[in-house]
């Protein structure tokens, strides 16, 4: 099983419609993140999470919320889906206490808005 | 802010080298590099603390000067496997809030 799992791979919704991603993890990391990609504009965040208490807006967060149910899923919600969120979702997960290691990517979800 | 990486895209033939730039306005305390396969998710390559440190792996090695706030990697002697896009990510100086913000890519071609 991969370290960090998310679902659904794939994702087709309409305009409007209410959508929610989910990732998990078996690495044991208390941090996480959610990013998007699109084309030519690499990976900006949108929320992390330290713990289950500790929830912080990224970048580009507008139209988007996250909820930490556990240490080891980090869900994040689309509240009315609208075409330029349609993007490549990523979840990643860190442990900074080895002040060596780096993120720990998800195979990611597309989603498309139509 | 997101860092500045160049070259944006860079072709080569097996065997040769090439080097990824990354520069950022802002204080780092560490900057990550990254490489994505099409249709893959980003893989860590390796991390460069506040420090001036340079560090390899494989046939890839990469600098950070923390006074320029720049970080290059380095791709010698080139290999098929080699291709994809390379994202530097940077950590703020301040070093509490572990999130990174990523360059743009750079996309390698490596050819037969």
Request: proline content about 3%; overall charge positive.
């Amino acid at each position: 099983d991969a370290d960090v799992t998310q679902t659904p791979r794939n994702r087709i919704t309409k305009t409007g419609k209410r959508i929610m991603l989910e990732c998990s993890q078996t690495k044991g990391h208390d941090r996480m993140y959610w990013y998007r990609q699109d084309p030519g504009l690499g990976l900006r965040l949108i929320y992390y999470s330290f713990d289950v208490k500790d929830i912080n807006k990224g970048e580009i967060s507008d139209g988007y919320s996250v909820s930490r149910q556990a240490q080891a899923k980090f869900s994040l919600s689309l509240e009315s889906a609208i075409p330029n969120q349609t993007a490549l979702y990523f979840c990643a997960t860190s442990d900074y206490g080895t002040g060596k290691a780096g993120y720990t990517f998800g195979s990611g979800t597309r989603l498309t808005v139509v | 802010q997101q860092p500045v990486q160049s070259p944006q895209a860079v072709i080569l033939r097996e065997g040769e080298d090439a080097v990824i730039n990354c520069s950022s306005s802002k204080a780092l305390y560490s900057v990550h590099w990254y490489r994505q396969k099409h249709g893959e998710a980003p893989v860590f390559l390796m991390i460069l603390l506040k420090g001036g440190e340079q560090k390899g792996h494989e046939k890839i090695s990469a600098s950070f000067n923390e006074k320029k706030q720049q970080s290059s990697l380095y791709l010698t002697a080139s290999q098929l496997s080699y291709s994809g896009t390379y994202f530097c990510g940077t950590e703020r100086s301040g070093g509490s809030n572990y999130k990174l913000t990523f360059g743009k890519g750079t996309l390698l071609t490596v050819n037969p």
